[in-house]
């Protein structure tokens, strides 16, 4: 009886299972061709291998970037390892160093945190002001102090400070995590399929198993 109910299971998953793994497998290899595909419509290139060595020369990127980025030298981005790759130690890379050179502390070092610092700048610029014209009300203060940031010919060093901030936000980190989220979705659905298509390698080889054991000729003692 026993023996029955075990050759009728492995009959039940000895179809189930591969029938399963064949969708995961087709799943996996649908998600990769569509990475695949909309990476190809950005085409995005990796850096020549020249281009890698001068800017590890310039310092815009790490020797231990570099190193990562040459076997990938010259090439269309057409996958997700590729994809991390490129966000990770080339627009990160090059996120980091503009912060740097910006004076931009390690811990401000994001859109939110650069944001937060142009805003502490603004409080003290406001304050300047104030005590240069005290004849001002806190709205005509406000309002002066838009004007001197957005003027390149000010005299404030606060105002230029702020400005600056105010770029590296929108050009550097608000583009460069635009980017890098695009790249990063992209790895993530190429992740997915890859994990899709081994679950259903490893669905069809156990089921594949179980149907030989459960159609297999019963073998009498």
Same mark, same amino acid.
């Given at each position: 009886?026993?023996?029955?109910?075990?050759?009728?299971?492995?009959?039940?998953?000895?179809?189930?299972?591969?029938?399963?793994?064949?969708?995961?497998?087709?799943?996996?290899?649908?998600?990769?061709?569509?990475?695949?595909?909309?990476?190809?419509?950005?085409?995005?290139?990796?850096?020549?291998? &020249?281009?890698?060595?001068?800017?590890?020369?310039?310092?815009?990127?790490?020797?231990? &970037?570099?190193? @990562?980025?040459?076997?990938?030298?010259?090439?269309?981005?057409?996958?997700?390892?590729?994809?991390? @790759?490129?966000?990770?130690?080339?627009?990160?890379?090059?996120?980091?160093?503009?912060?740097?050179?910006?004076?931009?502390?390690?811990?401000?070092?994001?859109?939110?945190?650069?944001?937060?610092?142009?805003?502490?700048?603004?409080?003290?610029?406001?304050? =300047?002001?104030?005590?240069?014209?005290?004849?001002?009300?806190?709205?005509?203060?406000? *309002?002066?102090?838009?004007?001197?940031?957005?003027?390149?010919?000010?005299?404030?060093?606060?105002?230029?400070?702020?400005? =600056?901030?105010?770029?590296?936000?929108?050009?550097?980190?608000?583009?460069?995590?635009?980017?890098? *989220?695009?790249?990063?979705?992209?790895?993530?659905?190429?992740?997915?399929?890859?994990?899709?298509? @081994?679950?259903?390698?490893?669905?069809?080889?156990?089921?594949?198993?179980?149907?030989?054991?459960?159609?297999?000729?019963?073998?009498?003692?």
């Amino acid at each position: 009886m026993a023996d029955s109910v075990y050759r009728a299971l492995c009959r039940v998953f000895g179809v189930v299972l591969p029938a399963v793994g064949v969708g995961a497998t087709i799943g996996g290899l649908f998600a990769h061709r569509f990475v695949a595909k909309q990476l190809g419509s950005e085409d995005i290139t990796m850096p020549s291998g &020249d281009l890698i060595d001068r800017e590890v020369a310039s310092a815009l990127i790490t020797a231990e &970037d570099a190193e @990562i980025l040459a076997p990938h030298a010259g090439a269309t981005l057409r996958n997700g390892p590729q994809a991390r @790759i490129y966000a990770d130690n080339y627009v990160l890379a090059h996120m980091k160093v503009a912060a740097e050179r910006a004076g931009v502390p390690e811990d401000k070092a994001t859109y939110a945190g650069v944001g937060d610092l142009a805003a502490e700048l603004n409080k003290e610029l406001k304050a =300047e002001l104030s005590d240069h014209h005290p004849e001002m009300g806190p709205g005509e203060v406000s *309002g002066l102090a838009r004007m001197e940031v957005q003027d390149p010919e000010t005299e404030y060093d606060l105002a230029r400070k702020i400005n =600056e901030l105010y770029s590296l936000r929108s050009e550097n980190f608000f583009m460069g995590n635009s980017i890098r *989220g695009m790249l990063l979705n992209a790895y993530g659905w190429w992740l997915i399929g890859l994990i899709a298509r @081994i679950a259903g390698a490893g669905l069809i080889g156990i089921g594949t198993l179980l149907g030989l054991a459960g159609f297999g000729k019963r073998r009498w003692r």
